[in-house]
């Protein structure tokens, strides 16, 4: 990553993030899995339609604050609050960008401590490949 993208960035994005199966539900969507492709101490960013989906049959705009079950396995999540940002993809599956609200939550807490766990075992893990 050059530097002039580390200065655009206010918190580090963890790379090692694909190497688990997270993803969010967005209880007001209903329960379909949206795969997740950033996180930060800051926020995150995640798919918000799914394979064949309109994007106009789930609205959603810049400002917006959302409930988001970010799930850590199949079964365990974290509930937090998302501001969104930004939305990218208009006329495909989009994208959307935001910022952690209520930082004070436990899920909030919870999802910190699983980031300096990650930060933590970045340089000794390895990825196995199929």
Same mark, same amino acid.
């Given at each position: 990553?050059?530097?002039?993208?580390?200065?655009?960035?206010?918190a580090q994005r963890q790379s090692i993030i694909e190497s688990f199966s997270l993803f969010v539900v967005l209880?007001?969507?209903?329960?379909?899995?949206?795969?997740?492709?950033?996180?930060?101490?800051?926020?995150?960013?995640?798919?918000?339609?799914?394979? #064949?989906?309109?994007?106009? %049959?789930?609205?959603?705009?810049?400002? &917006?604050? !959302?409930?988001?079950? +970010?799930?850590?396995? =199949?079964?365990?999540?974290?509930?937090?609050?998302?501001?969104?940002?930004r939305i990218s993809g208009q006329d495909a599956a989009?994208?959307? #960008?935001?910022?952690?609200? %209520?930082?004070?939550?436990?899920?909030? &807490?919870? !999802?910190?401590?699983? +980031?300096?766990?990650? =930060?933590?075992?970045?340089?000794?893990?390895?990825?196995?490949?199929?």
């Amino acid at each position: 990553m050059t530097n002039e993208k580390l200065e655009r960035r206010r918190a580090q994005r963890q790379s090692i993030i694909e190497s688990f199966s997270l993803f969010v539900v967005l209880p007001k969507k209903g329960v379909h899995r949206l795969k997740v492709y950033d996180v930060s101490t800051l926020g995150m960013g995640f798919d918000v339609d799914i394979e #064949g989906e309109a994007t106009d %049959e789930f609205q959603m705009s810049p400002g &917006e604050v !959302l409930d988001v079950h +970010l799930y850590l396995n =199949q079964s365990l999540y974290l509930p937090l609050k998302v501001k969104i940002i930004r939305i990218s993809g208009q006329d495909a599956a989009r994208r959307a #960008g935001g910022e952690f609200e %209520e930082k004070n939550s436990q899920g909030y &807490e919870g !999802l910190q401590a699983f +980031l300096q766990m990650l =930060q933590a075992i970045a340089p000794a893990a390895r990825v196995e490949a199929n």
